[in-house]
């Protein structure tokens, strides 16, 4: 599909084709579902930790004797009724990292894709430069652009001025192209995608 190709400006300087296979595929809503999941397990750190009975400090003998006292019985002073004590069944350090075959990820990637040029959410500039770095500057951009939302850059690679100039810009994130995932794609309303970085995505999905 061909898709208009704009400047910083906002204005129209021609037409780029895009990979049917990455921004037409099919849309398959459990799978992104899936991988958004994935994305959000995996980036959980699982350093919980909470001590039981034999882990707290104290405790060692017995509080008062078998029988005779006319109390419960008990055997230390570190059990989860004690203050102090131990707690039972808590969360412990664990890894909630969910597996998912390559393929089945850059489909949920290409099916996000394909969602935002439905819904004619992408931006095609030809070029994004910047000579310093300018918050305001970025802003313009984006305002000729008609990017009046949040908004997702994706770049080909490492560029100071322009990341600098996009970090204070309030519902607007920078990211590599080689980067681009579920995540990124679901949250943000727009996505603005240089020539040089459809390049990018395209050597990976295609």
């Not at 089945?104 to 990637?109: D, E, G, H, N, P």
């Not at 100071?160 to 590599?176: G, I, Q, T, Y």
Request: hydrophobic share 45%.
């Amino acid at each position: 599909m061909q898709v208009s190709m704009m400047n910083m400006a906002g204005e129209q300087v021609g037409a780029i084709e895009l990979a049917d296979t990455i921004f037409a595929a099919p849309v398959n809503k459990p799978l992104m579902h899936q991988a958004l999941v994935r994305q959000l397990a995996n980036a959980r750190l699982g350093t919980s930790k909470t001590k039981t009975r034999g882990e707290v400090a104290g405790g060692g003998r017995k509080p008062w004797k078998q029988k005779g006292t006319g109390r419960a019985r008990q055997g230390g002073t570190r059990a989860a009724q004690w203050r102090k004590g131990g707690i039972i069944f808590g969360p412990t350090p664990r890894s909630y990292a969910q597996q998912m075959p390559r393929k089945m990820r850059r489909a949920a990637v290409c099916a996000a894709l394909t969602v935002k040029v439905a819904e004619e959410r992408v931006v095609v500039l030809d070029a994004l430069t910047m000579d310093a770095p300018k918050t305001r500057a970025m802003a313009t951009v984006l305002q000729n652009l008609a990017v009046n939302s949040s908004a997702l850059i994706l770049m080909a690679g490492e560029n100071w001025a322009v990341e600098r100039s996009a970090n204070n810009l309030p519902d607007v994130k920078l990211l590599r192209a080689s980067y681009v995932n579920v995540r990124d794609l679901l949250t943000y309303d727009y996505l603005v995608i240089p020539q040089d970085a459809l390049t990018v995505i395209t050597e990976i999905l295609g």
